[in-house]
Nanobody, 125 residues
């Protein structure tokens, strides 16, 4: 299983970015794809997740209304649309996947077995 995250960049506060995560290596039925972010000295923090089959979605409270997760099955890609970015959104963003993750566990990094390399988002105020 491989995940390739992209789309990060340096933007001004209030701007938008769309991150992409291309997944490959197997069929992903039964898998959940999650987006996490990490800043130096802190643990990876859950942002959003989507089940590959059925599309059940979860968001961290801090990003509800600003971030939107979606998937394009034909392109094997999961997106994280981020709007109204703030300086505190600055982080390294990772996508990850795991099989059979129950809904209550989707927010924990430990539930995910495979991780992409991360894409850096920098928001200046």
């Amino acid at each position: 299983v491989q995940l390739q995250a992209s789309g990060g960049g340096s933007v001004q506060s209030g701007a938008s970015l769309r991150l992409s995560c291309v997944v490959s290596g197997r069929t992903f039925s039964g898998y959940t794809i999650g987006w996490f972010r990490q800043t130096p000295g802190k643990e990876r923090e859950f942002e959003a997740s989507i089940r590959w089959s059925g599309g059940t979605i979860a968001y961290a409270d801090s990003v509800k209304g600003r971030f939107t997760i979606s998937r394009d099955i034909a392109k094997n890609t999961v997106y994280l649309e981020m709007k109204n970015l703030k300086a505190e959104d600055t982080a390294l963003y990772y996508c990850a996947t795991g099989y059979g993750i129950i809904l209550s566990a989707q927010r924990g990094a430990a539930a995910y077995d495979y991780w992409g390399q991360g894409t850096l988002v920098t928001v200046s105020s």
